[in-house]
C-alpha cells in the first residue's frame, strides 16, 4: 500500500509565504502525476497545481505566479511552494500521487489558514 503524507500547513498571515511537504512511500519515478488540491469549507475541491514525470506544470489561473511545484526525487517528496498568500487561499490542501495504469493515492491534507 503507497502512502501519501502531506505536512507543512498551518497559519499565515496574508502576503506571506509557506511550504507544503508531500512524501511518497514508493519511488517517485513510478509516480507519473503528482497533483495538489484544496478545499475550503463550503466548496468543491479544486484542482490547485500538478507536475508529471516529464517536468510539465499546471496551476490554476487563481494561483499562478505564487504557486510551484518543486521536486526533490531524492526524498519522494513534491512540495507546493506557496508565496503572496491571500485569505481566499485558506482550505485544507490534498496531494495526489498518480501512477500507472490509473491507479492513483491520496494524503490525508493538511490545513492552511491565511489570516491577520
Known amino acids: 500500500q503507497v502512502q501519501v503524507v502531506e505536512s507543512g500547513g498551518g497559519l499565515v498571515q496574508p502576503g506571506g509565504s509557506l511550504r507544503l511537504s508531500c512524501v511518497v512511500s514508493k519511488n517517485i519515478f513510478a509516480i507519473t502525476q503528482m497533483v495538489w488540491h484544496r478545499q475550503a469549507p463550503g466548496k468543491q475541491r479544486e484542482l490547485v497545481a500538478s507536475?508529471?514525470?516529464?517536468?510539465?506544470?499546471y496551476y490554476a489561473d487563481s494561483v499562478k505566479e505564487r504557486f510551484t511545484i518543486p521536486i526533490d526525487n531524492s526524498k519522494n517528496t513534491a512540495y507546493l511552494q506557496m508565496n503572496t498568500l491571500k485569505p481566499e487561499d485558506t482550505a485544507v490542501y490534498y496531494c495526489?500521487?498518480?501512477?500507472?495504469?490509473?491507479?492513483?493515492?491520496w494524503g490525508q491534507g493538511t490545513q492552511v489558514t491565511v489570516s491577520s
Open positions: 495526489k500521487a498518480n501512477f500507472p495504469a490509473g491507479v492513483f493515492q
Open positions: 507536475i508529471t514525470r516529464g517536468g510539465t506544470t
